[in-house]
C-alpha cells in the first residue's frame, strides 16, 4: 500500500543520456511535486504540479521536463544527463487546498552520472 | 543532547535521554511549519507539525515548539531509542504558497 512511489529506485547512466524517473500517488492528492537532494543532503524544490498545471518552477536547467499526465503521476525526464545531476530525487504529494499541506515523500531514486 | 545555533549538522544523544533539535527560520510570513524525519536510504517521512497561532504541540514522544517572536522552531524527543537515529530537517511554508522550504537538516546519532 505504498502512498508515493517512485521508479526507478537506482539509475546508473552515462553523460549524454537521456532519462526518466516516474512517480505514482494513490493518496488521491492534487499536488505533487519534485525534489533534488545533494550529496549534503539538502532538499530543494524543483517543480510542482496541482492538478496537471505546473504551479511552481524554480530555477532548473531547462534540461528538466516534468510532465503530469494525470492527477496521480509526476514523471521527470532529464535530457543531456551531466555529472553533476547526480543526486537523490524525491517525489512528494499533498492536498493544500483543504489545509492539508503535510507533503508525504515517495523512497527517492538514486541517479548516478558516469 | 541539544543542537543549537543556526545550524549543528550533528547531535549525538545517549539512548534515553530527551534530545532538541533546533532551527532558525527568516521569513516572517511563514504560517506552517514541520519536521521530518529521513533515515538511512529512505524518504522524509512527517514528524509533527504546527501552525502559527500555536506555540507548541505534542505527538508521541515528541513535541514542537514554535517561537515567532525570534523565529526558532525546536523538536524535542522524549527518551531517544536507537530508531530515531537518522536526520531532521525543519521545513516552513509561506501563507497561500504551496512550497516548503527545507533546513539544512541535523544529523541525529543514538549511543547505545
Given at each position: 500500500d505504498t502512498a508515493v512511489s517512485q521508479t526507478p529506485k537506482y539509475l546508473v547512466t552515462q553523460m549524454g543520456n537521456d532519462k526518466s524517473i516516474k512517480c505514482e500517488q494513490?493518496?488521491?492528492?492534487?499536488t505533487m511535486y519534485w525534489y533534488k537532494q545533494d550529496s549534503k543532503k539538502f532538499l530543494k524544490i524543483m517543480f510542482s504540479y496541482n492538478n496537471k498545471e505546473l504551479i511552481i518552477n524554480e530555477t532548473?536547467?531547462?534540461r528538466f521536463s516534468p510532465k503530469s499526465p494525470d492527477k496521480a503521476h509526476l514523471n521527470l525526464h532529464i535530457n543531456?544527463?551531466?555529472?553533476?545531476?547526480?543526486a537523490v530525487y524525491f517525489c512528494a504529494s499533498s492536498q493544500?487546498?483543504?489545509?492539508?499541506e503535510t507533503q508525504y515523500f515517495g523512497p527517492g531514486t538514486r541517479l548516478l552520472v558516469l | 543532547g541539544e543542537s543549537v545555533g543556526l545550524h549543528l549538522p550533528t547531535l549525538s544523544v545517549q539512548e534515553g535521554d530527551n534530545s532538541i533539535i533546533n532551527c532558525a527560520y527568516?521569513?516572517?510570513?511563514?504560517d506552517y511549519f514541520i519536521w521530518y524525519k529521513q533515515e538511512s536510504g529512505k524518504g522524509p517521512q512527517f514528524i509533527i507539525d504546527i501552525r502559527s497561532n500555536m506555540d507548541k504541540r505534542q505527538g508521541q514522544r515528541v513535541t514542537v515548539l514554535l517561537n515567532k517572536t525570534v523565529k526558532h522552531l525546536s523538536l524535542q524527543i522524549a527518551a531517544t531509542q536507537p530508531g530515531d537515529s537518522a536526520v531532521y530537517f525543519c521545513a516552513e511554508r509561506s501563507f497561500n504558497d504551496y512550497k516548503l522550504s527545507f533546513g539544512a537538516g541535523t544529523t541525529v546519532t543514538v549511543r547505545a
Open positions: 494513490n493518496l488521491g492528492h492534487d532548473v536547467p531547462n543531456s544527463l551531466e555529472l553533476g545531476d547526480s493544500p487546498s483543504r489545509g492539508k | 527568516s521569513n516572517s510570513a511563514s
